[in-house]
């Protein structure tokens, strides 16, 4: 009984996969779900309450992992000694964006819905919660620069908001793009040498 629930639940959610992909979260029909599936409506509310429900059980383990190991990277850079920090000014965040690609590359289609199909869902703000988490570190880590002594312009949230934003939609191109992954990781290699040149300019370093 188990096996065949599982198998159900697979058949389930792999219709929701194509579902979802074509037509996104709002467009996406539950009826047009259920029918691929082959099960009955009242067999889907033994698995799911609801179409959100759905979308969320294909793409919560990867916006955890993604945003976990994002986390991850900002508090361990965040909690080093002031004076070590920007010696080690972007090597995690190097580590994590490798890490980000290797995962995205695995996870193309869940990850593809989760960033550019998710419009009417609680992960429709995925990215701009990320840019968010981002923008809050850079100003902590400008604030320690001003506490050890370096001399650099003022940078409102704004601005790195801004900046931000542009790195996280260049690096989530790969998505969009279905780029290989040799090809992807090279590409956000090159971005980050980018960004982190235009960086140390504004910063003065």
């Known amino acids: 009984m188990e096996e065949k629930s599982t198998a159900t639940l697979e058949k389930i959610q792999q219709a929701a996969m194509e579902e979802f992909s074509e037509k996104g979260f709002q467009g996406a029909s539950l009826r047009q779900i259920v029918k691929q599936a082959g ?3 009242g067999a889907f509310y033994g698995y799911f309450s609801s179409k959100e429900a759905l979308f969320a059980s294909i793409v919560e383990p990867h916006a955890a992992a993604l945003m976990g190991r994002f986390m991850e990277a900002q508090t361990t850079f965040a909690e080093m000694p002031e004076k ?3 010696e080690h000014m972007g090597l995690e965040s190097s580590q994590c964006v490798h890490w980000m690609v290797d995962y995205i590359c695995d996870h193309r289609e869940p990850v593809k819905l989760l960033l550019y199909k998710a419009e ?7 990215v701009h919660n990320m840019v968010e988490v981002e923008v809050e570190y850079t100003l902590q880590y400008l ?3 001003h506490r050890l002594g370096h001399e650099s312009p003022q940078l409102d949230a704004q601005l790195c908001h801004i900046i931000a934003s542009g790195m996280f939609n260049g690096i989530f191109e ?4 279905d780029m290989p992954k040799e090809q992807a990781m090279r590409y956000v290699d090159q971005l980050r040498d980018f960004y982190t040149a235009g960086w140390l300019k504004l910063i003065g370093q």
């Open 84 to 86: 070590e920090q920007p």
């Open 39 to 41: 099960v009955t409506t």
């Open 174 to 177: 790969i998505v969009v793009h």
């Open 120 to 126: 009417g869902t609680s992960y429709e703000h995925f």
């Open 143 to 145: 604030e320690v620069l």
